[in-house]
């Protein structure tokens, strides 16, 4: 992230387990077209990455457009995990930082953490989630689970945060995006001059002339800032069963929450508060 031809997509992700892609970095149509049936993308905007929004304002070009050097983030690894770091600030619109802290445990599930702490009293979160089009996601329960053609299954369980899940695919009603300049606008302009249609959430496409439909899911909500929003994803093997969910624990010391994470050799432990975190062997 840092370059000329850069998406809203700072601290998005991918995820892929057992051979499904569940989580994507949505592809793009063409930029312009003269069929009749066109239905082009806007897939630059940040809400439609794996991203978070702070009272409906995603990321924009808030740093140079291209970086001289090395990213400020955090990569750290240790004996059954692997640990990322990485924060984008939504200042000058909105005076909040977002941290967003992903733990891989022991080469078999994740723990995903975003922190959004400034100068609100509260805010308005979205937690954005894009599926690939052949994922089908069940909200409504808990955990929200994502079932792949091939059988497999990735489980969404929240932790902490308190949010809603809700679920979009193919959504028409505009979205309004930051994305590139940090002002709200609903249209970009494609390389013929002409603007596209506005679009919501739940779209990905195949570098065709036409979106396709596919499941998003928003963690969504109001909440007090520092706001910590945890969410455990699981994948699950074809002949797996959500019985086999590692049980994952908590508990509360001062400013701080301790996570217990079962692994192999035993369990890793996280320690977090909305001001840092810190893995050590259980």
């Known amino acids: ?29 063409r930029y312009a077209s003269n069929a009749p049936d066109a ?36 990569w750290e690894h240790g004996e059954g995990w692997s640990l990322f770091v990485g924060s984008y600030s939504f200042a000058p619109v909105r005076p909040v930082v977002w941290e967003r802290r992903i733990l891989f445990v022991d ?9 959004i702490r400034g100068d609100l009293v509260s805010a308005e979160l979205e937690q ?6 052949d994922i089908e996601v069940a909200v409504g ?7 792949a053609p091939n059988g497999a299954r990735l489980a969404m369980l929240q932790l902490s945060g308190g949010l809603t899940p809700a679920l979009s695919t193919g959504g028409l009603t505009p979205r309004t995006t930051y994305w590139p300049d940090g002002k709200p606008h609903q249209t970009r302009i494609a390389e013929d001059g002409e603007r596209p249609p506005s679009h ?15 499941p998003a899911l928003t963690y969504v909500g109001r909440a007090d800032l520092p706001a910590v929003l945890t969410v455990a994803m699981v994948p699950i093997a074809p002949d797996g069963s959500t019985e086999d969910l590692p049980r994952i624990s ?28 810190g893995v050590a062997s259980a």
């Open 200 to 214: 919501g959430r739940g779209w990905t496409g195949r570098r065709g002339h036409k979106l396709l439909p596919a």
């Open 107 to 115: 080469r078999a599930y994740w723990l995903l953490q975003d922190v």
């Open 128 to 133: 954005n989630l894009q599926f690939q089009e």
């Open 250 to 277: 908590s508990r509360i010391e001062d400013d701080r929450t301790i996570w217990v994470l079962p692994c192999a050799a035993g369990a890793v432990r996280f320690e977090t508060s909305a001001a840092g975190c």
């Open 141 to 147: 329960q808990d955990p929200v689970l994502a079932a």
């Open 1 to 29: 992230w840092g370059t000329t031809h850069r998406h809203g997509d700072r601290l998005s992700f991918v995820l892929s387990a057992f051979g499904a892609d569940f989580i994507i970095d949505p592809t793009a149509t």
């Open 39 to 74: 239905f082009l993308s806007r897939q630059e905007a940040s809400f439609l990455h794996n991203t978070v929004t702070v009272d409906g304002v995603d990321e924009f070009i808030n740093t140079p457009n291209e970086t001289g050097e090395p990213l400020d983030n955090r």
